[in-house]
């Protein structure tokens, strides 16, 4: 402030005679200390010596000073550029909208392109396997261009990213096999009783204590999830128990992430943790692809595909395509989730769910009575209030 002083209202040499200036107090240049704080990575404080130009009472008289209107507009003019413009922070606003552009799509395409793959290769491990397999070629690209640091590992990590991993890979898995067995729509109905089970296993595990109005949020998600279930036109045990097993997994391996990766140091960053993951699901339902459904995409069974009517050229692009959508919907989020907070991550993935289900509904016909409909939109409902509650802090006691 003390240089603004100086610059805004400097002294205006005459050359008269100064008996009516020298009538005035002149003021006392008194010695004070600022400490200005530098952002450097030792986050260390440099104190500089300034010089106030006012007197001992911090007031002066407006007649001591001629004021410059040029010399105050040119000083205030960057100030109130910067605020009314800023590129990084619009170029970075627009960034983040694109992403979230990209991860709808993309999960919406996914989910269709699984589906038509699933009614004509009812084969869930071997095609989540090869979608891992498409995940773990296109993280290998990325290290190797190095569009991103490879992952640097310690001791104290192997067990913690073993056990994410197949936390990872039954989650998926069971996904898939529910999406085989019962319309989209129903699979994501069911998933969105993932905060139910992400409360329970916070109580259980990490001993957490959620607050009322998360509690409270619960009830019009389970409401709606047994609503929609029981009017379902598709329904099958199958479908219902891997979809709600899908939750399970998936929840038991966000509390994992919290207990077991707790150092900061040695955590890894959220792409190179999910591309880890990716990386050992693959090498994990390999074996288990071949012993429960054989080895498939040989030359044998794409003419039996053939002989039966199905367009074998179209089935292999369409699994090319979920793999390359299932990784990269996955990796946007993760990248998403490394910008903008988690609560606000889990309110746009509850809006996400929204425009899922309402694009494959439109896209597979699927029927749906009106009590499913409002089975559906109260746990959506639910799902956001959910969203909203983890923003409520709990009053301290």
Request: proline share 5%.
């Amino acid at each position: 402030m003390e240089s603004c002083a100086l610059t805004l209202f400097r002294p205006t040499l005459h050359t008269k005679p100064l008996t009516r200036i020298n009538r005035i107090t002149r003021p006392k240049i008194v010695p004070s200390s600022i400490n200005y704080k530098t952002s450097n990575a030792n986050h260390s404080v440099t104190s500089f010596t300034s010089y106030s130009v006012f007197n001992n009472s911090s007031t002066f008289s407006a007649k001591q000073f001629h004021y410059d209107p040029t010399v105050a507009r040119a000083a205030a003019a960057p100030e109130t550029s910067g605020e009314s413009i800023d590129p990084a922070k619009i170029g970075l606003t627009l960034q983040l909208a694109a992403m979230f552009v990209a991860w709808y799509l993309l999960n919406i395409y996914f989910n269709i392109f699984n589906k038509q793959v699933l009614k004509v290769f009812p084969y869930p491990t071997t095609l989540t396997a090869f979608q891992f397999g498409c995940g773990t070629l296109m993280i290998l690209i990325m290290w190797t261009l190095k569009l991103h640091p490879r992952p640097k590992f310690h001791k104290s990590q192997i067990v913690p990213v073993l056990m994410l991993a197949v936390a990872h890979t039954m989650g998926n898995l069971l996904t898939n096999i529910s999406l085989g067995k019962v319309a989209v729509s129903f699979t994501h109905t069911i998933k969105a009783m993932e905060p139910f089970f992400s409360v329970l296993f916070s109580i259980l595990l990490l001993s957490h204590r959620p607050t009322k109005w998360v509690v409270a949020s619960l009830v019009p998600i389970v409401g709606g999830v047994a609503l929609a279930s029981f009017t379902e036109a598709s329904f099958n045990w199958v479908g219902f128990g891997s979809a709600m097993a899908s939750n399970v997994t998936n929840q038991s391996r966000n509390v994992l992430s919290k207990m077991l990766m707790v150092k900061k140091e040695e955590a890894l960053d959220n792409i190179n943790l999910f591309s880890v993951m990716t990386i050992l699901s693959f090498f994990f339902l390999i074996p288990f692809a071949f012993l429960l459904e054989g080895v498939k995409f040989t030359p044998e069974y794409m003419k039996f595909a053939a002989s039966q009517g199905i367009n074998v050229r179209d089935l292999c692009l369409r699994t090319i395509l979920t793999g390359i959508c299932f990784h990269s919907y996955q990796q946007v989020s993760y990248m998403i989730l490394g910008v903008v907070s988690p609560v606000t991550h889990a309110v746009a993935n509850s809006v996400k769910r929204v425009i899922l289900i309402v694009a494959t509904v439109i896209f597979f016909r699927t029927p749906v009575s009106p009590i499913n409909a409002i089975g559906t939109g109260l746990a959506l409902a639910g799902v956001f209030l959910y969203s909203k509650a983890k923003r409520i802090k709990p009053k301290a006691a």
